[in-house]
DNA sequence: AGTCGAGTAGGTCTTACGTCA
DNA sequence: TTTGACGTAAGACCTACTCGA
């Protein structure tokens, strides 16, 4: 019999996801991302296969999720445009029903009562950068815990109150998701990392394990294998074993005090976490 | 140097519309 | 004339990248 390969192969599997991690089914995400490290880190136990599976993220995906459908503007030429008033391509429509939107691009235009600093100006100087009050962006971080999207009645609604241009809000989330997203993928390096030296340490240690064994097939074997199998039974409550004092044959005088031999429980050597379910 | 609002490129998807068998 | 399949344009929204305050 030969001793089987202990090797273990570490397959990190990272499957590519495309640029377009659009890969195109999807249109609304409905939340963050669920980072394909997720379940693993919630099982707090590295497994063999670090694969992360091509697409997890498009394992939420919704072609169905109509929520973000729905949301949508069903007709190019209906309702509501993401564009500010800042921004409108010439070959966009302007929205007319707005969504009772209609007169909040005018009110957006001058988003800031706290100094001004975002206002459309026509006359070719730059526009100042917007930074948003805390008020602001604690009612926008709570949103986005909520929901790491909007659709655009959502969009409006958060704008309105907060009296920024809709698509300020937008932006703003599309930012929180961006940024959210690179810093689960440092965490998630982080973890693979880790994961790739635990196991590359359990791969050495089993290794030297194996050396250990096959060193041992060539010694003499151990006392208790110098009993016939049959004679040796396994105490159900200490699991010690013992050598029947009355086996088939050889019970002989042995029926008395003699005390059998006993074996203390062994450890389960090889057990690990890694390798449990496959030893098993 | 890091943060963050904003612009842009390029992608997918849906809908409306025209054409054709 | 009607109808279904098909291609295309337009718009919306997304991610990724980037810039600049």
Not at 39 to 45: N, R
Not at 195 to 204: A, H, I, P, Q, Y
Not at 227 to 239: D, I, N
Request: glycine share 8%; with cysteine; proline share 7%.
């Amino acid at each position: 019999m030969d001793v089987c390969d202990t090797s273990l192969a570490l397959g990190l599997g990272v499957g590519g996801r495309s640029t377009a991690s659009s890969s195109g089914t999807t249109r609304r995400r409905q939340e963050v991302p669920c980072s394909p490290l997720r379940s693993l880190m919630a099982q707090k136990q590295p497994s063999l296969m670090l694969s992360l599976p091509h697409d997890v993220y498009n394992g939420e995906t919704n072609k169905g999720s109509e929520e973000g459908r729905q949301a949508r503007p069903s007709s190019p030429h209906s309702t509501v445009s993401s564009f500010s008033a800042a921004y409108t391509p010439p070959t966009m429509k302007k929205e007319k029903d707005d969504g009772g939107g209609g007169g909040e691009e005018a009110d957006t235009a001058r988003a800031d009562s706290r100094g001004g600093s975002y206002d459309d100006n026509d006359d070719g100087s730059p526009r100042k950068k917007l930074r948003l009050t805390k008020e602001q962006s604690a009612l926008l971080e709570d949103r986005f815990k909520e929901h790491s999207t909007l659709n655009p009645k959502q969009k409006h609604a958060l704008a309105k109150q907060l009296n920024l241009r809709p698509r300020q809000v937008e932006v703003w989330f599309q930012n929180r998701r961006a940024r959210t997203k690179l810093k689960q993928t440092e965490v998630d390096c982080e973890f693979l990392k880790r994961c790739c030296e635990s196991l590359t340490d359990e791969n050495r240690r089993l290794h030297k394990e194996l050396q250990e064994l096959k060193v041992l097939k060539l010694a003499p074997p151990p006392v208790c294998m110098q009993f016939p199998a049959a004679t040796l039974t396994m105490c159900p409550s200490c699991k010690s074993i013992r050598a029947a004092a009355d086996g088939p044959k050889g019970g002989g005088g042995g029926g008395g005090g003699a005390e059998p031999f006993v074996v203390a429980p062994a450890k389960p050597h090889f057990f690990h976490r890694f390798i449990h379910s496959a030893s098993c």
